[in-house]
T-cell receptor
Framework: KQEVTQIPAALSVPEGENLVLNCSFT??????LQWFRQDPGKGLTSLLL?????REQTSGRLNASLDKSSGRSTLYIAASQPGDSATYLC???????????FGTGTLLAVQP | EAGVVQSPRYKIIEKKQPVAFWCNPI?????LYWYLQNLGQGPELLIR????????DSQLPKDRFSAERLKGVDSTLKIQPAELGDSAVYLC????????????FGPGTRLTVT
């Protein structure tokens, strides 16, 4: 059974810092990975999608990469801002299930 | 372009009562998903539709949960009767296709069973 681990579970940083969120899968055969943002009481907002032929994606201050050989992904946030405060979830599709399996998220707080 | 629409946003019911959630996916999205999210956890898939066909309902507790997607557009998820442990957020998502396509989520329905 695919399990997804996100480290750290919570993170607090001062504004302006660069930071990295980590995600790992027990089954490394991931062919599609999404990073989401979730604000309190809200749904999920898709941030980046890495498809099977890709290794990384960039959007503004965000960069996500996927190492398929190890089943690990990282989300890099540059020059963090208080508005980046939210829970960040990674989710992958792989193996025989063909369904999106989510991690438990990293709660990020960016202090002004 | 409108996103995924869900209603109601909040619902409070007593245990053993029925409840229904409605979802309208993004126009043109053939695949529709219902997820359950417990507090502090990531979403878990309940059921996936390809057009009007339920292609993966292995995680749906069929003794009390049911879903339908008539005409392959809107979908309804029902619980009857509700139990205390059903208190959670129910999220609907849609995508152009399955697997490699990006999923877009609605705001969710927060259910409280008392």
């Amino acid at each position: 059974k695919q399990e997804v681990t996100q480290i750290p579970a919570a993170l607090s940083v001062p504004e302006g810092e660069n930071l990295v969120l980590n995600c790992s899968f027990t089954d490394s055969a991931i062919y599609n990975l999404q990073w989401f943002r979730q604000d309190p009481g809200k749904g999920l907002t898709s941030l980046l999608l890495i498809q099977s032929s890709q290794r990384e994606q960039t959007s503004g201050r965000l960069n996500a990469s996927l190492d398929k050989s190890s089943g690990r992904s990282t989300l890099y946030i540059a020059a963090s801002q208080p508005g980046d405060s939210a829970t960040y979830l990674c989710a992958g599709v792989g193996g025989a299930t063909n369904k999106l399996i989510f991690g438990t998220g990293t709660l990020l707080a960016v202090q002004p | 372009e409108a996103g995924v629409v869900q209603s109601p946003r909040y619902k409070i019911i007593e245990k053993k009562q029925p409840v229904a959630f409605w979802c309208n996916p993004i126009s043109g999205h053939n695949t529709l998903y219902w997820y359950l999210q417990n507090l502090g956890q990531g979403p878990e898939l309940l059921i996936r539709y390809e057009n009007e066909e339920a292609v993966d309902d292995s995680q749906l507790p069929k003794d009390r949960f049911s879903a339908e997607r008539l005409k392959g557009v809107d979908s309804t998820l029902k619980i009857q009767p509700a139990e205390l442990g059903d208190s959670a957020v129910y999220l609907c998502a849609s995508s152009l296709g399955d697997g490699s396509y990006e999923q877009y989520f609605g705001p969710g329905t927060r259910l409280t069973v008392t």
